[in-house]
């Protein structure tokens, strides 16, 4: 087979890789999905992520291998790491309380977000800077962002609302500033808000050469993600009165996974000849559209992969669902098969 150039490698390769999630979700109950599996992956989530900007896909132990068995490589350490890491959390935060309680779980969901931030926004200062050895500054630099997740999670996070139901474990509760609910959905809006600047390839602040340097660009880049998240948010939530894990679902969920296609997948190649800023009006119009068609077949495929689910409060198990399946499952899918494997065998591997 001759090798597939942008878009049409992209397209193939997502359509591939949903329907092998979607069959991946499908051998699970609920419970198990939601609970241990989705655990176990969002353990993975922070490695890769390190895998992938940090190390480039192509740090000094995988270097020497070709496709696929560098992907191989690559997949099997992020493995490694993140069953290490699942252990570790599940004895120290979660208390060796099975299945995940809700705290664990939202810690683990909001570690993700702090290494994208620490890695895309900061690109990895100090560690990188510090360190001069690849593997070493991604290692340490994962392990400062597990430290610092917990920190902001022992302040930000309270489950008071939930103190009579069973799944609630007082010595796991932070009791922190915000509902955890609040706290985890501002979280997600911040990050929409960080691949929003993504799409518009930093314009305009690659306009000002000094602001493009660290740690002013991570300075400055996180006052933008959480002025324009929390702008979303408190609309959505506040302005709008949306129920927060509603509009989670309905808001930053579609868009970080619509941004996850446009730009891993397609890899920028639909508005790639068009000039900043039209060509981020253009990604993010497709974000929007792709993340929301994706997030809407997704809920209509779930009763057929997993049974009848339930929305809304108290429990929110459709929305966990539906999150869960789009973030926790397919976005690794998709990085693993885009960044490691190069999308072996459908293109041409890529400097």
């Known amino acids: 087979m001759s090798p597939l150039k942008q878009p049409a490698a992209g397209v193939l390769a997502t359509a591939a890789v949903i329907a092998a999630a979607l069959l991946f979700v499908s051998r699970f109950d609920f419970a198990t999905f939601t609970g241990w599996v989705s655990y176990l992956l969002l353990c993975l989530i922070p490695t890769q992520i390190v895998g992938a900007v940090t190390w480039r896909a192509d740090p000094e132990f995988a270097a020497a291998f070709t496709q696929p068995l560098k992907g191989v490589v690559l997949t099997l350490a992020t493995f490694g790491i993140g069953v290490l890491v699942a252990v570790i959390c599940f004895a120290t935060i979660g208390g060796r309380v099975a299945p995940p309680t809700p705290m664990l779980m939202m810690c683990s969901i909001v570690s ?25 500054a991604g290692l340490v630099l994962l392990g400062g962002c597990y430290l610092v997740n917990y920190i902001l999670f022992r302040v930000f996070f309270d489950y008071g609302f939930m103190s009579s139901a069973p799944v609630y474990v007082a010595a796991q509760d932070p009791h922190g500033l915000f509902g955890a609910w609040y706290a985890l959905v501002f979280y997600l809006s911040c990050l929409s808000a960080m691949f929003f600047l993504v799409n518009f390839d930093l314009w305009p602040l690659t306009r000002f050469p000094r602001i493009m340097r660290q740690p002013a660009l991570g300075a400055l880049w996180t006052v933008i993600a959480v002025a324009l998240g929390g702008l979303v948010f408190f609309v959505g939530v506040r302005g709008l009165g949306m129920d927060p894990v509603a509009f989670m679902v309905r808001v930053p969920v579609p868009f970080i996974f619509g941004t996850i296609v446009i730009q891993n997948m397609l890899k920028g190649s639909l508005f790639g000849a068009w000039a900043q800023p039209g060509k981020g009006v253009l990604n993010v119009a497709a974000v929007v559209v792709i993340g929301t068609l994706l997030s809407l077949m997704y809920g209509a495929l779930a009763p057929a992969v997993t049974g009848p689910i339930s929305a809304g409060p108290p429990t929110y198990d459709f929305e966990i669902w539906l999150a869960t399946a789009l973030l926790s499952v397919t976005f690794p899918f998709l990085i693993f098969y885009s960044e490691f494997f190069r999308f072996w065998p459908l293109a041409e591997p890529r400097a």
């Not at 620490?118 to 690849?134: D, M, N």
């Open 112 to 136: 993700v977000v702090v290494t994208f931030w620490a890695t895309i926004i900061w690109g990895g200062w100090p560690f990188t800077t510090l360190i001069k050895q690849q593997v070493a």
